[in-house]
Nanobody, 127 residues
Framework: QVRLVESGGGLVQAGGSLRLSCEAS????????MGWFRQADGKARQFVAA????????YYSDSVKGNFTVSRDNAKNTVYLQMNCLKPEDTAVYYC????????????????????WGQGIQVTVSS
């Protein structure tokens, strides 16, 4: 049984930082992309950032590039999201997601491309 468990969320003042962690268990995550989505109240779930197993290359939504850094520790089956310069518009439930990379090694950014999800963790940025 696959489990993804997020941690590290909370309340932070605008301009502050948080570091999210997602620990995955239940299978071998070799060749799995792992990353993050977020969903604000009343909004669609949106891609944030992810890391490919094949190359270790991170990639980002344009809305967070430059302030967020995604990384992974394969030995720990853990993906991280370092969030700096947080803004109120970053307030959302953040979800960890993972799925096996396809044969062509495409960059996955859509909800439907990820089979495994955490329960989500709240990040609130105050004005």
């Amino acid at each position: 049984q696959v489990r993804l468990v997020e941690s590290g969320g909370g309340l932070v003042q605008a301009g502050g930082s948080l570091r999210l962690s997602c620990e995955a268990s239940g299978r071998d995550f070799r060749r799995y992309t792992m990353g993050w989505f977020r969903q604000a109240d009343g909004k669609a779930r949106q891609f944030v950032a992810a890391v490919r197993w094949e190359s270790g290359a991170p990639y980002y939504s344009d809305s967070v590039k430059g302030n967020f850094t995604v990384s992974r520790d394969n030995a720990k089956n853990t993906v991280y999201l370092q969030m700096n310069c947080l803004k109120p518009e970053d307030t959302a439930v953040y979800y960890c997601a993972a799925d096996r990379e396809d044969y062509y090694g495409d960059y996955m950014t859509q909800e439907s491309e990820f089979s495994y999800w955490g329960q989500g963790i709240q990040v609130t940025v105050s004005s």
